[in-house]
Nanobody
Framework: HVQLEESGGGSVQAGGSLILSCAAS????????MGWFRQAPGKEREGVAR?????????YYDDSVKGRFAVSLDKAENTLLLQMTGLKRDDTATYYC????????????????WGQGTQVTVS
């Protein structure tokens, strides 16, 4: 069983920056996929970015955050980071961290492990 704990959310003005962190603990396979999802009030949850640890790292970003967000993984610490810059009001949402041995399953929003979420508010 994997536990995920997000931190780093908060309130920021448009154009500002935040860094989200997700610490993973428990039984983690040697190769896995981690990602960030977000859900705004009244909207469906959407994938933001993911990173696949398969020896080397492969990343994917939703078009809405390309060039503004950067996902990275500290494998030694099993910590996922999301550096968010140029924040827009549309980025306001609860951000969730997810982990799954399968990137395909994670991309579908069906990851086996999820964090509780951290709120990001852009005004």
């Amino acid at each position: 069983h994997v536990q995920l704990e997000e931190s780093g959310g908060g309130s920021v003005q448009a154009g500002g920056s935040l860094i989200l962190s997700c610490a993973a603990s428990g039984y983690i396979t040697s190769r896995y996929c981690m990602g960030w999802f977000r859900q705004a009030p009244g909207k469906e949850r959407e994938g933001v970015a993911r990173i696949w640890n398969r020896g080397s790292y492969w990343t994917y970003y939703d078009d809405s955050v390309k060039g503004r967000f950067a996902v990275s993984l500290d494998k030694a610490e099993n910590t996922l980071l999301l550096q968010m810059t140029g924040l827009k009001r549309d980025d306001t949402a609860t951000y969730y961290c997810a982990l799954d041995p399968s990137c395909e399953r994670l991309a579908l929003g069906a990851a086996t492990s999820w964090g509780q979420g951290t709120q990001v508010t852009v005004s």
